[in-house]
């Protein structure tokens, strides 16, 4: 599929609890979790995904869970398309007596011979709704949620594991604490956050919140909190004409060599030349 040649939205909201987004060349989503089920299909290029420090490669073709409340972060330089669903948990939850006793895992790496044909035809589902979502037929919105709720059903029947009250997994208090310290950085990370700062904030020393942040999130907080930074540009300079010394600013990047390095190295192209390309796919 030639992404040059069409135009595909970037997000879409289905209804009030299910968005598709289409995501189009180099990109970095840093590790992040949210209380809602994400599917990930890649219809082009190779991918990483790191799932709580499991990393899977994804080729053209294939999909992955990552079920609610996990820790997660989604790495592609070159030029790819993915599709991302996000299912609230509460929709899935009106349809399940308003329990959440279940666990979904589904990635391709660990298939069973008996499973194989189930993902399979999970993975013809997302191959129609991308077509829907790009070639928008009318009434395509009914065929999408269609597909999407059949989608559901196959992980609820054939990925989940059914869970007890007793077995529901309670969060550690590592996990707690690293879901409460990656949110703070999202909501605050265009501020200047110093390692004294936050380690106050959380009650650690500074070598041991280093420590303890790169052992669950794979990196440095401070690599990690300039990702985040430049994930918010690399949307700003896709989707606006703000120019690049502002939108870098507004972010939070104070030292612009910096800046210029780190996105070179994590989408493979410069701001101005990631800029070229987008105008030419319009």
């Known amino acids: 599929m030639q992404d040059t040649n069409i135009y595909i939205p970037k997000y879409e909201l289905i209804n009030q609890n299910t968005t598709i987004d289409f995501r189009t060349n180099g990109s970095y989503v840093p590790a992040h979790w949210h209380s809602a089920l994400e599917i990930t299909y890649l219809l082009n290029g ?21 079920d609610s409340g996990r820790i997660h972060e989604f790495r592609c330089p070159q030029d790819y398309m993915q599709l991302v669903i996000h299912i609230n948990d509460e929709y899935i939850a009106s349809f399940m007596e308003n329990k959440r006793n279940y666990q979904i895992i589904c ?13 399979l ?8 709704l991308s077509q829907l979502c790009i070639n928008r037929p009318y009434g395509y ?25 007793d077995d529901l997994p309670e969060p550690s208090k590592d996990q707690r604490r690293i879901k409460e310290i990656v949110s703070y950085i999202a909501e605050n990370y265009a501020k200047p956050i110093s390692l004294d700062e936050i380690s106050d904030r959380f009650g650690l020393s500074n070598e041991y919140f280093s420590r303890f942040f790169a052992q669950k999130i794979g990196i440095p907080f401070k690599k990690h909190l300039n990702q985040v930074r430049m994930s918010h540009i690399y949307h700003d300079l896709c989707t606006t004409d703000i120019p690049v010394m502002e939108i870098v600013s507004t972010h939070g990047f104070t030292n612009y060599k910096l800046f210029n390095r780190m996105f070179k190295e994590t989408y493979g192209t410069t701001p101005r030349e990631l800029r070229r390309r987008i105008s030419n796919m319009l």
């Open 141 to 165: 919105r009914i065929q999408i949620e269609s597909l999407i709720l059949h989608i559901l059903f196959q992980l609820l029947s054939h990925f989940s594991i059914q869970l007890h009250r």
């Open 107 to 119: 990635d391709r790496t660990e298939l069973t011979e008996e499973l194989v044909g189930y993902y």
């Open 46 to 66: 190779r991918a990483e995904m790191t799932t709580e420090g499991n990393r899977h490669t994804m080729v053209k073709g294939e999909f992955i869970v990552v």
């Open 121 to 128: 035809e999970i993975c013809d589902a997302l191959a129609e």
